[in-house]
């Protein structure tokens, strides 16, 4: 059972980045669906978050420049980030649960598996 990240990079500022969260071992199916993030000497934070069924939520700081979405068939989550700013500099985890929880406790709820992270840098 293996959440992998990927899509990581150099990018300068207001430019765009996919992330993707592959499964292995299991299907994406039946979860919900986190990406957090870690910016060097700060603490984990929630990015954006989808439950099986499609409903998102957001992080204020990102609301209106990323987006995340799912491919079932590929069992595959995805982040789409846009206008990038370099306070979006860290290393970004995919995280899954299994059920269908309250949009808001996307950011807070224990998850059952966690990827291993990759850096997106954002600077000129």
């Known amino acids: 059972v293996q959440l992998q990240a990927s899509g990581g990079g150099l990018v300068q500022p207001g430019g765009s980045l996919r992330l993707s969260c592959a499964a292995s071992g299991f299907t994406l199916d039946d979860y919900a669906i986190g990406w957090f993030r870690q910016a060097p000497g700060k603490e984990r934070e929630f990015v954006a978050g989808i439950r099986w069924r499609g409903s998102v939520h957001y992080a204020d700081s990102v609301k209106g420049r990323f987006t995340i979405s799912r491919d079932n068939a590929k069992n595959t989550v995805f982040l789409q980030m846009n206008n990038l700013k370099p306070e979006d500099t860290a290393i970004y985890y995919c995280?899954?649960?299994?059920?269908?929880?309250?949009?808001?406790?996307?950011?807070?709820?224990?998850?059952?598996?966690w990827g291993q992270g990759t850096l997106v840098t954002v600077s000129s």
């Open positions: 995280a899954a649960r299994l059920g269908y929880p309250a949009l808001s406790a996307l950011r807070t709820m224990n998850y059952d598996y």
